[in-house]
């Protein structure tokens, strides 16, 4: 399991939830021990307080400590009566100390086991006269002794001493002390227990995503381009779901269009194929004669074939941008000027009317390919002049926009819908209208055009033109 991603967010919680309640028990059961050492201490303080209080209204009854000295059961009955609890007597230890001599003090009890914290006030403590010699208590200890003074009216009447030791609190106080660290051991083994089940939730919670993109991966890699995920959430999984989604409706589209680009170049392809054949089979036969005319109809055919080619050829290469571009600093408009001249005749032919209209006083100059904005301007003089009607008219615009040079192809009808000029720019994109097939194209031309004015930074647009044709509108950063 570890080596999954729920497995390691699994383990990643629960090892943080470890340590969390690990510091927890550690920190509770420490600020317990603290906590109870002080009320231990002021219950000592107070024991003292009132055993040096019990100690002077003896003194102050029978005026010395005559009889106190010989009377070991009084002085343990002293130091008993001074605990607030007034807890039973320790019996195993008050019997030896009866066992021994009078003045002897505190008893000799073994040595505390390690599990035992606490001493009793009573075993540690020892009465002094005023001039230090021993009353209860032992000599070889008097150099260990923390000494409390008794007064009695102003007067320094006798010492309390006490032992060093771990301060004492009585068995109750001992078991409750016990009972909340097994307590504590429990809640956190509860603590852990509960964190595991919450690491495990939280675990399949964010890994279930996870895994369902991972599904959708291998799915997307075997080509169902179909696939999409489910978006439940706005965090970074759903950021990559969407991002998901976004990717393999791209892959399915261009999947799409790869399927349309083989079709379209299939069907290309096919028909002038056919037509030739049909031709040569007819040639074969008998059926047509070897003449020139049937020699340069199949001519035609060929270079149909030659251009389609070519055509595609060219779109290859700019798709890859392996088009060779050769830039400098150059006017477009004397390209242009050049390019138009050369097809003047094509126009003159269907009696379309030219009109030059330039609103740049002077040169601009733009970091272009010469020969790739003539083969983009020819393509565009081309177009107006196959599909524009007889008698029709091209008005050529030039103007300066911000830092762009604009260059506007605008001719008269035939023009195209409203909603086909999006897709004029697509390869084998043809209307079935009066701009259609009939006139030779193979719908690459523009194509074509579109990557050439790409490669130069630049933008082209398709819009209806004022003279119900059509506008292609061109922009070039000026250097």
Excluded at 122 to 150: C, W, Y
Excluded at 300 to 308: K, N, S, T
Excluded at 320 to 340: F, M, N, R, T
Excluded at 462 to 476: D, H, R
Aim: glycine letters at 6%; hydrophobic letters at 40%; charged letters at 20%.
């Amino acid at each position: 399991m570890h080596r999954t991603i729920r497995g390691k967010l699994f383990l990643t919680f629960l090892v943080t939830t470890l340590f969390v309640v690990f510091g927890m028990y550690i920190f509770m059961r420490s600020s317990l021990n603290q906590g109870f050492s002080a009320l231990v201490e002021s219950r000592q303080q107070e024991q003292v307080k009132i055993l040096i209080e019990g100690l002077t209204d003896y003194y102050s009854n029978n005026q010395s400590w005559n009889n106190l000295s010989g009377d070991k059961k009084k002085w343990i009955d002293l130091l008993w009566k001074s605990n607030p609890q007034h807890h039973d007597y320790p019996s195993p230890w008050i019997t030896q100390a009866l066992t021994e001599p009078n003045n002897f003090w505190p008893p000799a009890i073994p040595e505390l086991p390690p599990k035992k914290l606490f001493m009793p006030l009573g075993l540690r403590a020892m009465l002094l006269n005023a001039d230090k010699t021993v009353i209860f208590g032992r000599n070889e200890a008097i150099h260990q002794l923390s000494l409390h003074p008794i007064r009695y009216k102003e007067k320094i009447i006798g010492f309390l001493g006490l032992l060093p030791g771990k301060l004492y609190n009585q068995a109750s106080d001992i078991e409750f002390i016990e009972k909340q660290s097994k307590s504590f051991i429990w809640i956190a083994l509860l603590m852990i227990f509960l964190s595991a089940s919450l690491a495990l939730l939280l675990a399949y919670t964010l890994g279930r995503p996870i895994k369902r993109i991972t599904t959708a991966i291998k799915a997307l890699s075997l080509g169902r381009y179909n696939i999409r995920l489910p978006i439940d959430s706005r965090d970074e999984l759903g950021q990559l779901a969407r991002d998901f989604n976004d990717m393999a409706a791209a892959l399915e589209q261009s999947e799409q269009a790869r399927r349309r680009w083989v079709a379209d170049i299939s069907h290309e392809l096919r028909t002038p194929l056919s037509v030739l054949r049909g031709e040569l089979e007819a040639l074969q036969d008998g059926i047509h004669p070897l003449t020139s005319s049937a020699i340069d109809s199949l001519f035609g055919d060929v270079m149909r074939l030659h251009r389609l080619t070519e055509d595609l050829y060219q779109l290859s290469l700019s798709d890859k941008g392996a088009l060779s571009y050769h830039k400098d600093y150059l006017d477009p408009v004397e390209i242009l000027k050049d390019d138009l001249t050369t097809l003047q005749l094509k126009f003159q032919e269907k009696n379309i009317q030219i009109k030059w209209v330039n609103d740049i006083p002077s040169s601009i100059f733009i970091y272009a390919d010469p020969d790739r904005l003539s083969q983009l301007y020819r393509n565009l003089l081309n177009n107006s002049a196959s599909y524009t009607d007889n008698n029709g008219q091209l008005v050529i615009s030039i103007f300066q926009r911000s830092s762009n040079i604009v260059i506007n192809f605008s001719d008269s009808e035939p023009g195209v819908p409203e909603q086909e000029l999006s897709k004029l720019f697509d390869r084998f994109y043809r209307l079935e209208s009066s701009r259609n097939r009939h006139h030779g194209g193979a719908g690459l031309g523009l194509a074509i055009c579109r990557n050439i004015v790409e490669a130069h930074n630049g933008n082209l647009q398709a819009n209806t033109s004022p003279q119900k044709g059509l506008t292609v509108c061109i922009e070039f950063p000026i250097e």
